[in-house]
């Protein structure tokens, strides 16, 4: 069979991300299933994703779902990192991921803030008590359980083994300060113990093959945060449900869902320009391992920092073109910085689309205005990709 054509590749996932935007009305909660969570360590990074994604979005519909519908929630799962899931993703993720984050966080404890499993399970207990049926902050527990140190970390390790879930924050859309519950008070309704662990790793990996095949084992494997080994034997378990295919310049041992097979080949090529602005750690970008599908080896090191963190990113057609900042000073603007030259109606429609996206950050009208150079990420100081364009 015909190797696939990368552009039709890059196209057929855009719409799978629900990137290729179209007129039909979007549901939050399906999105976030579609695309497998959305990357949540930055508070704004859900926002954005979704401005991205979903036509007329506004902040107060995620906060809606999240926080009083409750239909989505925030666990940390996939590489240790927090993502927003549906509720009937969250027992799934924390059941293939739980385990190792468990192990991860009993060494920091012991080994970097000297607390031990009594001290631990004696402190988390009382953490329970005091919050009984409400939310509270850090400060506000720390305040309630007077003398008690290093309530940040065990709060977060409780968050990581099923006692905690993380609320809304008290300091707005981009804060980090959450208000954390009783995970069985905010969603008595799950069961965090209903799939077992092998089961679950299958069930993740293939939500993972539909979302972003074609893929390779090694770009399931780092999205999942699970050995290559063990993703290689899981994904030869789901059978004839997942197939091979060739892509032109990646290779020709990609795994596609079968199911989706068909419609990616008889996908006819689009003629106008799929432009997007993501924001750092965006799914579509945090996706693969193997970034040459989206990204030119020799700008590498303007879109990833030495951690794997990606910055914000300017897409045409689901490759990376260049990098987005926004400085909100006296005037909030909306920086551009390009990686390849382009023509002037692709030029005048990323400025559409930033001066949009500058307005749903900035709450006003915006300028937007392009710089020429910018400090390689790989050379600034750790958390350098949230501001790839500062001082430029």
């Known amino acids: 069979m015909e190797p696939l054509e990368l552009g039709q590749v890059n196209r057929f996932v855009l719409r799978k991300q629900h990137l290729a935007r179209s007129g039909d009305p979007k549901e939050i909660v399906s999105v976030v299933r579609d695309v497998c969570g959305l990357h949540a360590t930055g508070g704004a990074t859900p926002y954005l994703s979704l401005f991205a994604r979903i036509r007329d979005f506004k902040r107060e519909d995620l906060d809606r779902e999240l926080y009083i519908a409750r239909s989505l929630g925030k666990i940390r799962c996939m590489r240790k990192t927090v993502h927003v899931l549906t509720k009937d993703m969250i027992p799934i993720a924390y059941a293939a991921t739980g385990s190792g984050l468990e192990h991860y966080h009993e060494g920091f404890l012991r080994k970097y803030l000297g607390i031990g499993r009594d001290e631990y399970e004696r402190t988390s207990r009382e953490v329970l008590e005091a919050l009984g049926n409400r939310g509270m902050t850090t400060d506000e527990i720390k305040q309630t359980l007077s003398g008690s140190a290093n309530i940040s970390a065990i709060v977060n390790m409780m968050c990581d083994q099923g006692l905690l879930i993380r609320g809304m924050p008290r300091g707005g859309w981009r804060s980090n300060a959450h208000t954390y519950f009783s995970f069985k008070t905010y969603f008595p309704d799950i069961d965090l113990g209903e799939t077992e662990e092998t089961e679950a790793k299958k069930m993740l990996v293939g939500w993972y093959v539909r979302s972003y095949g074609p893929a390779t084992c090694r ?19 789901h059978g004839d449900l997942v197939t091979p295919v060739e892509v032109e310049g990646l290779g020709d041992d990609l795994m596609l869902w079968a199911s989706q097979a068909a419609a990616l080949r008889s996908r006819t090529r689009r003629r106008d320009r799929i432009i997007s602005l993501l924001p750092v750690q965006d799914p579509y970008i945090m996706g693969y391992k193997d970034r040459g599908r989206y990204l030119d080896e020799e700008h590498t090191d303007c879109v990833f920092d030495r ?23 006296a005037r909030p ?9 382009i023509d002037k109606e692709l030029l005048s429609g990323i400025r559409a689309s930033a001066s949009g996206l500058g307005r749903f950050i900035a709450g006003c009208d915006v300028e937007v205005r392009e710089v020429d150079r910018m400090v390689p990420l790989t050379e600034r100081n750790a958390g350098g990709f949230l501001a790839p364009l500062k001082n430029a």
């Open 333 to 341: 603007t909306v920086k551009l910085h390009l990686l390849h030259r």
């Open 219 to 237: 770009d399931a494997s780092w999205w999942a945060g699970l050995t290559k080994t063990e993703t290689r034997r899981i994904l030869e378990s």
């Open 307 to 329: 951690g794997g963190n990606a910055t914000s990113t300017i897409l045409v057609d689901g490759r990376v073109i260049g990098v987005w900042d926004v400085e909100e000073k």
